[in-house]
């Protein structure tokens, strides 16, 4: 499909542990409104497992995440599942992953703004129920935690 050939490399774990999670600045600001009471930041939701880094397997040349959400709605796949669907529904977690990520691909290439929505044919995993049922994400390209952008993969109610 356009020459893309994705050598897929293995997934992150779906549960994910920090090894450390940034911490507050020790320096007063000099912000005019004065120092800040709490910083959430793309790092702390990545330690924390809100967000989940998909990057090594990204068709985008920057740093990519999907939310937790997403991770569980379009792309967590078990064995379990599995045995649910008694084998009539071919899914893992590599080719979910692949469908979210081309999908995202295509909408960003048809946008000329920041945001983009789109659809997702999956699987879903609760229930015995085998047919794919459409899913609405969003992408948004915009900063990270420094000026440089990132691409966030968001259900549209997460926006």
């Not at 897929?8 to 409104?33: E, G, K, N, V, W």
């Not at 880094?53 to 709605?73: K, Q, Y």
């Not at 948004?140 to 549209?156: E, K, L, N, S």
């Amino acid at each position: 499909m356009n020459g893309w050939r994705w050598d897929l490399p293995p997934l992150p774990p779906a549960t994910m542990t920090p090894t450390s999670a940034p911490t507050l600045p020790d320096q007063p600001s000099d912000s005019p409104f004065g120092d800040y009471l709490s910083i959430y930041s793309r790092a702390h939701a990545l330690a924390d497992g809100e967000l989940v880094d998909v990057t090594a397997n990204s068709p985008f040349r920057w740093h990519t995440a999907l939310t937790r959400a997403v991770w569980e709605d379009c792309v967590s796949w078990s064995e379990a599942d599995s045995a649910r669907k008694r084998g009539a529904a071919l899914q893992d977690e590599r080719g979910r992953l692949h469908d979210v990520l081309t999908m995202a691909k295509l909408a960003a290439a048809a946008t000329s703004g920041d945001r983009a929505t789109f659809e997702v044919a999956r699987v879903p995993r609760a229930g015995r129920g085998t047919r794919p049922r459409l899913v609405t994400l969003v992408l948004h390209i915009g900063p990270g935690d420094d000026p440089a952008p990132v691409i966030t993969i968001m259900q549209p109610q997460e926006s």
